[in-house]
């Protein structure tokens, strides 16, 4: 079935560090913001809720709408990405139980030019993780692409 999916992810910084996820599959492992898929019927702040809850056993503050951007092809996937900025109000970080999670921590901005992130947004990360001002954006294109 070919559809767009919706992703939203929450991009949290914390003195000069970032909360990121580490995904594998089949060989291969990245980064993401962590977040998911929204479900039918559930608002972008509901499924950031249940996403981070699911994936990092906390509970969170959404602030504002940081930035989009899209990605298609690659795992035969068109997806839509919405990031926003929030933080942890209560809870302790978990990996959470998803068979493809394999690490979830705050991670030196410093260190993102060195990993593999997915989507491709770590300047975009690094620039809002140091405190550069923007107005919301939009990046439009692939930016998946192995």
């Not at 580490?22 to 509901?46: A, C, F, M, N």
């Amino acid at each position: 079935m070919n559809t767009v999916r919706v992703r939203v992810a929450l991009i949290m910084i914390k003195d000069d560090s970032i909360l990121m996820i580490k995904h594998r599959k089949d060989d291969s492992e990245y980064w993401l913001v962590p977040g998911g898929g929204i479900e039918y019927g559930e608002t972008v702040e509901q499924a950031l809720r249940r996403e981070i809850m699911e994936e990092c056993g906390v509970e969170i503050e959404v602030d504002r709408f940081a930035f989009s951007c899209e990605t298609i092809g690659g795992h035969h996937r068109h997806i839509l990405h919405l990031f926003f900025t929030g933080k942890i109000l209560s809870g302790k970080l978990k990996l959470g139980t998803e068979g493809n999670l394999v690490g979830l921590g705050f991670m030196k901005i410093a260190e993102l030019p060195t990993i593999t992130v997915y989507p491709k947004v770590t300047d975009t990360l690094m620039k809002l993780a140091r405190g550069g001002s923007f107005e919301p954006r939009h990046i439009f294109g692939n930016i998946w692409e192995d």
